[in-house]
Nanobody
Framework: QLQASGGGLLQAGGSLRLSCAAS????????MSWFRQAPGKEREFVAG????????YYDDSVKGRFTISRDNAKDTVYLQMNSLKPEDTAVYYC???????????????????WGQGTQVTVSS
């Protein structure tokens, strides 16, 4: 089970950190990612991390602003979001799965486990 938290309402330019904690399993063999879904849009990949070695992946829209990290001991993944923009407004979901190859990292269909989503709203 994945539990996402940390969303909120803030102004453009602000920062927020999302957390996603796993229970009932260890994430050591997992790829963990964050996706987001804005109203009326498809769920899209934001960032991912390979738990075993910390390799990270980012969508171009968040590179340089967002940082994904993990705490192996806590089986938790974080998404630090800086310089937030109104277009970052969405429900953010964490997702995880084992054995996800690099070419599938950005595909939501590759992830069998999903958190419940946390709302991030950025006002201009």
């Amino acid at each position: 089970q994945l539990q996402a938290s940390g969303g909120g309402l803030l102004q453009a330019g602000g920062s927020l950190r999302l957390s996603c904690a796993a229970s009932g399993r260890t994430l050591s063999r997992f790829v963990m990612s964050w996706f987001r879904q804005a109203p009326g849009k498809e769920r899209e990949f934001v960032a991912g991390i390979k738990f075993s070695d910390g390799t990270t992946y980012y969508d171009d829209s968040v590179k340089g602003r967002f940082t994904i990290s993990r705490d192996n001991a806590k089986d938790t993944v974080y998404l630090q979001m800086n310089s937030l923009k109104p277009e970052d407004t969405a429900v953010y979901y964490c997702a995880g799965g084992s054995g996800i190859i690099l070419s599938m990292t950005r595909q939501k269909s590759a992830y069998p486990y999903w958190g419940q989503g946390t709302q991030v709203t950025v006002s201009s």
